[in-house]
């Protein structure tokens, strides 16, 4: 037994600790893996809500007309729902729906970010050839979404990579 300040047992001098059982590496890795993984579901769900908020003011006319949704930009926003079972396969190491979670991601994050890219490619060309276009604080909107749209691609590749880590770590514990 140990005690603060009281006499220690004799023929030691603390170093035997080694015998003990340690929590194993995989165990680790994934709360580690979970909590990064957890924060980029968190900044998509933060992300599609406040689409979702402004597309309604937007409908409701409480904002300008101009940010009613384009239909890549419903694609994009179906992968807050695809988050959100994510977030469901992390409560009790679910690798199927992370999986799941997955396909979805590929779908419709990457999908609707590579829908979005094109139609603003389009947009910029139009800027270019006559150089008006809608603007927010005098910058072209089409730059400020191709600049979220870049933040998210980035978003959901780390929020792939940590998938695939932590199916990986699951996966070593399901082994034994």
Not at 41 to 59: C, D, E, R, S, T
Not at 74 to 94: C, D, E, Q
Not at 116 to 124: A, I
Request: proline letters at 3%; charged letters at 15%; a positive charge.
């Amino acid at each position: 037994m140990s005690s603060k300040g009281g006499p220690r047992a004799a023929g030691t001098d603390g170093s035997d600790f080694q015998h003990r059982e340690q929590v194993a590496s995989q165990y680790k890795t994934s709360v580690q893996l979970k909590s990064k993984f957890r924060t980029c579901l968190y900044i998509n769900i933060l992300v599609v809500l406040i689409q979702v908020v402004m597309f309604a003011g937007a409908h409701f006319h409480i904002i300008p007309s101009d940010f009613y949704p384009s239909p890549w930009q419903y694609t994009w926003m179906l992968s807050g729902v695809v988050s959100l079972i994510g977030l469901n396969a992390l409560a009790k190491n679910k690798k199927e729906m992370l999986s799941l979670h997955d396909l979805g991601l590929t779908i419709f994050g990457f999908g609707g970010i590579f829908f979005g890219f094109t139609s603003q490619y389009s947009s910029h060309q139009r800027y270019i050839a006559s150089g008006e276009t809608k603007r927010i604080a005098d910058i072209p909107l089409h730059y400020i979404w191709v600049f979220v749209l870049a933040s998210n691609a980035i978003n959901y590749l780390a929020t792939y990579v940590y998938s695939i880590r932590l199916k990986a770590a699951w996966n070593v514990r399901k082994t034994r």
